[in-house]
C-alpha cells in the first residue's frame, strides 16, 4: 500500500504546473485572458499542494517548491496587476518556470542539509556532489528551454521530466550506498 501511495504522490507532484498548462493551452495559444485566469488557478492549486507536502515528514521536493513558485509569482502578479512581470514571463515564457527551478536548487544546494534532491541523510558529501549534479542539469535545461523557446516539448516538457528522473535517480543511488 505504501509504493502504491508512493507512486501517486510521484504521479500529481506536477498536478498544478499541468494543470495551468492544460488550462492556457486548452484551445490553442491562450489570450491574455485565460493567460491571467491560468495563474490564478494554478496559483491556488500550488498553494494548496505545498501545503500539503509542507506536513508530509520528508522536505520539500526542490522542483515541485520551483514549479509551484513560478505558478505563485504569477498569480500574484495577476492579483496585484503587475503587468510588468507577466512581460516578463511572456519573453522568457517556458524559461521562466527553470530559472525559479535553478534559484530553489541554488539556495537549497548551500543552504539546506537536504540539498537540491531534498533527502535528509547523514552522507552529506554525496548528498552536496548530487546536488551540483542536479543544479548543473538545471542550468542545462534552462539553456535547452531559451533555445527551444516555443516548442512546448522541447523547451518544458522533456527538461521538466529529465530533472524528475534525475532526481529519482540520485535519490535512488543515496538510498543503493546506505546513505
Known sequence: MTRLKSWLFALI??????????????????TSERWIQAFEYGTVAGLIQLMIIFFQPNPVNRLILGANLYLIVGGLAAF???????????????????????????????????????????????????????????????????????????????????LALLQRYFTYKLKQFGN
Open 13 to 30: 507532484q506536477f498536478l498544478p504546473l499541468s494543470s495551468f498548462a492544460s488550462f492556457a493551452f486548452w484551445n490553442g495559444v491562450p
Open 80 to 162: 496585484f496587476q503587475q503587468w510588468w512581470l507577466f512581460k516578463l514571463y511572456g519573453s522568457l515564457q517556458e524559461s521562466a518556470i527553470f530559472i525559479f527551478i535553478f534559484c530553489v536548487g541554488l539556495v537549497s544546494t548551500f543552504a539546506t542539509t537536504a540539498g537540491f534532491l531534498s533527502v535528509q541523510t547523514d552522507a552529506k558529501e554525496r548528498v552536496r556532489n548530487y546536488s551540483y549534479c542536479l543544479l548543473a542539469a538545471t542550468a542545462i535545461a534552462l539553456v535547452c528551454s531559451l533555445l527551444f523557446q516555443g516548442n512546448k516539448a522541447l523547451s518544458v516538457v522533456i527538461p521538466i521530466i529529465v
